[in-house]
């Protein structure tokens, strides 16, 4: 491993909701685990399956307070170093940086999320219109923020859709960069790529999958315990130990921010220019082996 060239950070990525400098004061173990994804992704559901990997199946894993989110600028730096560093577990925690923008170590196992943009757009709304005052509030109004507030979302999907395309990840930050910054280092050995359909298709498969890269032993006798508390009925009937704070900032609370867990919402609306345009711009962005696996979940090569 002495011969790998290591990712290094070369930019600050900050606004509304980002602000990486945390990173730059984060001290790493080894062994720490570091979730990633563009957003919208299956971010929780990764959570929720290492802290059930961690923990043996308990039901007692809060991944919303065990597993903060370390880029998000709330609550500040100052106050979020010092819980992480508390922590006696083997830490898990969730970014949703691009590489360039986060501090990359070789002490930590990253495992990154892929999930068709499409898809996320749709869970995306979903969290951005049912947000409610107190999440605009910590977002907007809080010290730090950097550029302009988030405002609210368009009362029609395809718009908000179509903003994002437009403005690549409009409201909230850039998507191409994201997926095609973590696709290009793949292949390092403390990098794993999951994506949300390999999960919806074989879940217990995956879950053994990501044991095996976080080097985690499975009790066998725990594993169906694992398996329920990581299927979206139980995620969503126990949605207040998944959701940030318990759900606070979305109206309907936490079963609001563990919503559908489906995809192929969008085909229903939007038009098959829009999925043309759409596939187009991805093999673009992102060459057309990584395209194709942000479109269908095939193991990376």
């Not at 395809?158 to 191409?176: A, E």
Request: proline share 7%; glycine share 8%.
């Amino acid at each position: 491993m002495s011969n790998l060239v290591w990712p290094r950070k070369t930019r600050e990525l900050q606004n509304h909701h980002f602000d990486s400098t945390v990173w730059n004061g984060f001290r790493f173990r080894d062994g720490d685990i570091i979730v990633g994804t563009y957003a919208k992704s299956g971010t929780t559901w990764t959570q929720q399956i290492v802290g059930q990997l961690l923990f043996n199946g308990s039901t007692e894993v809060d991944v919303g307070e065990m597993s903060p989110w370390v880029d998000l600028r709330v609550p500040p730096k100052e106050i979020k170093l010092p819980a992480i560093e508390a922590q006696g577990h083997r830490r898990f925690l969730k970014t949703h940086l691009p590489v360039d923008a986060l501090v990359f170590s070789p002490r930590a196992k990253y495992v990154y999320i892929g999930r068709d943009g499409r898809d996320v757009v749709w869970s995306m709304y979903n969290h951005h219109a049912n947000a409610n005052q107190t999440w605009y509030d910590m977002l907007n109004d809080t010290p730090g923020r950097v550029g302009p507030p988030i405002g609210k979302p368009p009362e029609s999907i395809r718009r908000y859709f179509l903003d994002w395309m437009d403005r690549d990840g409009h409201p909230f930050w850039p998507f191409w960069e994201n997926i095609r910054s973590w696709w290009h280092i793949r292949h390092l050995p403390n990098v794993l790529l999951i994506h949300f359909d390999a999960l919806k298709r074989d879940m217990p498969g995956e879950i053994r999958r990501i044991a095996g890269f976080l080097d985690i032993a499975i009790d066998e006798s725990r594993f169906p315990a694992i398996v329920e508390h990581c299927g979206f009925n139980y995620m969503k009937a126990h949605a207040a130990k998944s959701a940030p704070l318990g759900g606070v900032f979305w109206d309907g609370g936490a079963a609001t921010f563990i919503n559908k867990g489906t995809n192929g919402r969008w085909r229903d609306t939007l038009t098959p220019e829009d999925c043309a345009r759409y596939e187009a711009v991805a093999r673009e962005q992102l060459g057309d082996d990584c395209a194709r696996w942000l479109a269908t979940g095939e193991r990376p090569a």
